[in-house]
Every structure is written in structure tokens, then in C-alpha cells.
């Protein structure tokens, strides 16, 4: 999988970074992208990008703060535009399907898809395809806010090409009812089970993405045993107080959870227009005293997860 940040700044766009969206693309058999909050301008960052919209078939908006849901109504078009006919599904809290049909009525915009718009009053789980289960958690901010928990199933492990090696199993069309775990008989006569070649189940991934929040003790639900937590580190330290009365979290607050959460990777994002990118390294080392496995998001960046 791939994590693409197409925008990383809080509530304004600056000269270096546009308002927060991303797109995590599952890289599974169906080509599916995901994309989690869109603010202004979100397509045109796609512009810049491998992100294609008709691969999107599913956003999750965290909140309705207009620097997350702004870009909404022009990126809807522009999939229509190009005449995408597949389903496209949209989570949010409640008001978000006011905000998509009054805005695509009042434009008197058509969609050459269907689109489904599945609004979240509480916490809990939302859906399990493509081999990924996907719950929320409601955190705390001005307005209703949910992050999203993102939990890959196990995959079944690989076949063990040193033991084949070592007894002397050939290649051939064979190796793929092994895989299965398949019992098979081989040319020479031999009759093998395929479990007997197969390794370990290889654990899903874990990726907790969240909206705006001050520290809230939902948030370890969310995070717990992540492989990443993409989360907002709106202020630097010294600003606490004032971040937290406006529901936002700190780069030390944000690599808190992630060491209380267990987790192996933060990535920090949603930074404060006011601080410049020379400043972005101070917000960084902030983080990294306390979690040392943080890294800080910046537009266009891809990370592999």
C-alpha cells in the first residue's frame, strides 16, 4: 500500500502546503484508492500525482471543517467529468450528504455515477471488502469528528523455496495448487502436502488515520498495535493550551499516543500555516524526542506502508 499526502496544512493553504487530503491506494486486485478528507484545491494536487480518480471509490471525511470538505464538490464533478460510471461511496459525519446534494443541486451538477453517502452518528465498525475491515472512533474537536481505523486481513504465508530446493521439487504448474496447500503428486511419483511448504500467515497492517483532535482517550482505541498513525500536530509544544482549546493536538501530544498506543510509525501532518518550512524541522525533533519512529508529512510526499 501507498499513503500520498496531497495537502498537510491546517485550516489555510501557505505558499508550500495546500489543506489536508490524502489517498491511500490498496494496490490490490481491484486498483482501489481511498481518500481520507478533501479541502480546497484537492484536485488540483491530485494534478501532480499517480492518483487517478477513477480508482477512487471511496472517501472518508473526518469532520466538516471547511479546509477538509471544501474540495468536495469540484473533485466529485471532475470524476464525473471524465465520465467514471462506477460507485463512489462517502463517509461523514452527519450534515455530509446535505452538504454534497445541496451544493451539486444549487450548481445544478450531474454525476455519470452513482454515489452513495453514508452518514456516521457513533463510533464503531463501518465495513469489511477488499480484504480490509474498517471501524471509527469519535474524537474531540468543535465539531463532530471521527478518525478511521483501517486493519488488513492476514495473508496466507509464502512458499518456503529453500525446502523445496533442498528435497528436490521442480518448478513448475504445480507450485500453485502448493500455495493452496494442495496436496500434489509430482512426476516422479512423489505425493507432497502443500502445508508442509508453507510459511507463516503474514499479519495485516494496521493504519489509524485521524481528524482534528485534542488528546482524547478514544484515541488509543484507535491507535492500538498501529503499523502507522497518521496524526495532526497542529502547534508546537509550547503551544498547548492554546491548541487544545481549539480541539488540536501538538507534535508532543501526537508522538505521545503513538508510544502509549504501541504503534511503529508516526507520521504527523495538519501543520499550522504560521510555521515556515525551516520551522518544520523544530516541529519534527519535537515529536521524535518522544517517538523516535516519526516522520513529518509534506504535500505530494508518497510513503509505502
Not at 495537502?7 to 482501489?32: C, E, I, Y
Not at 494442495?182 to 503474514?202: A, Q, V
Not at 484515541?219 to 509544544?237: C, M, S
Request: with cysteine; charged share 25%.
Amino acid at each position: 500500500m501507498e499513503l500520498t499526502f496531497l495537502g498537510t496544512n491546517a485550516g489555510v493553504p501557505s505558499k508550500d502546503r495546500n489543506v489536508t487530503s490524502m489517498v491511500l491506494d490498496l494496490q490490490n486486485k481491484q486498483k482501489s484508492m481511498w481518500m481520507f478528507d478533501c479541502g480546497e484545491a484537492t484536485q488540483h494536487q491530485i494534478l501532480h500525482t499517480r492518483v487517478k480518480l477513477p480508482r477512487l471509490n471511496k472517501i472518508f471525511i473526518t469532520h466538516l471543517h471547511g479546509d477538509h470538505i471544501f474540495g468536495l464538490p469540484g473533485l466529485l464533478c471532475s470524476r464525473s467529468m471524465g465520465g467514471t460510471e462506477t460507485l463512489l461511496t462517502v463517509y461523514g459525519p452527519t450534515g455530509i450528504k446535505a452538504f454534497i446534494e445541496t451544493s451539486l443541486t444549487l450548481s445544478q451538477s450531474y454525476l455519470t455515477y452513482p454515489i452513495n453517502i453514508v452518514e456516521i452518528d457513533k463510533a464503531g465498525f463501518l465495513f469489511e471488502e477488499e480484504g480490509m475491515k474498517v471501524s471509527c472512533e469519535a474524537l474531540s474537536h468543535p465539531v463532530p469528528c471521527f478518525g478511521y481505523r483501517l486493519e488488513e486481513e492476514n495473508k496466507p504465508g509464502k512458499l518456503d523455496a529453500e525446502k523445496l530446493k533442498a528435497e528436490n521439487i521442480p518448478a513448475g504448474s504445480w507450485l500453485q495448487d502448493l500455495k493452496q496447500g494442495k496436496t500434489i503428486t509430482l512426476p516422479d511419483g512423489r505425493t507432497i502436502d502443500g502445508k508442509d511448504y508453507i510459511g507463516d500467515e503474514i499479519e495485516g497492517r494496521c493504519i489509524a488515520i485521524f481528524g482534528d483532535t485534542q488528546p482524547t482517550p478514544n484515541a488509543l482505541k484507535l491507535a492500538n498495535n498501529a503499523d502507522v498513525i497518521v496524526h495532526e500536530a497542529t502547534f508546537k509544544h509550547e503551544m498547548a493550551e492554546q491548541a487544545n482549546s481549539r480541539g488540536h493536538s501538538t507534535t508532543v501530544q501526537a508522538a505521545t499516543l503513538a508510544k502509549e498506543a504501541n504503534a511503529k510509525k508516526l507520521i504527523i501532518t495538519h501543520i499550522s500555516s504560521r510555521y515556515l518550512p525551516e520551522d518544520c524541522v523544530e516541529l519534527l525533533n519535537e515529536s521524535q524526542q518522544i517517538f523516535s519512529h516519526t516522520e513529518m508529512a509534506s504535500d505530494f510526499e508518497v510513503f509505502k506502508l
